[in-house]
Nanobody, 118 residues
Framework: QVQLVESGGGVVQAGGSLRLSCAVSGANFRLYSMGWWRQAPGNQRELIAHLTGGGESTFYVYSVKDRFTISRDNSKNTVYLDMNKLKPEDSADYYC???????????WGQGTQVTVSS
């Protein structure tokens, strides 16, 4: 059974930065593309960034492009999301998961909450 443990969320002022981490266990981590999703209250969960198993190719939605960076350490079975120039509209619960097509590969973890104050 795959387990996902997200961490690193918190409260930050607009313009600030945070680094989210996601530790993955129970999967052959390096074989999977990994992604970060986020869900704000009243909104659907959306995939905002993903990268391939070797980290050679990345994708970002327009709203986070050039501000967020997704990376991974296959030796630690961990994926990261570096978030810079944060905006109040980035406030949401953030989740990681494997990416199967554009869908999550496994059951969700508990997520980590990010709040950006104006």
């Amino acid at each position: 059974q795959v387990q996902l443990v997200e961490s690193g969320g918190g409260v930050v002022q607009a313009g600030g930065s945070l680094r989210l981490s996601c530790a993955v266990s129970g999967a052959n981590f390096r074989l999977y593309s990994m992604g970060w999703w986020r869900q704000a209250p009243g909104n659907q969960r959306e995939l905002i960034a993903h990268l391939t198993g070797g980290g050679e190719s990345t994708f970002y939605v327009y709203s986070v492009k050039d501000r967020f960076t997704i990376s991974r350490d296959n030796s630690k079975n961990t994926v990261y999301l570096d978030m810079n120039k944060l905006k109040p509209e980035d406030s949401a619960d953030y989740y990681c998961n494997g990416v199967a097509g554009i869908k999550p590969a496994w059951s969700w973890g508990q997520g980590t909450q990010v709040t950006v104050s104006s």
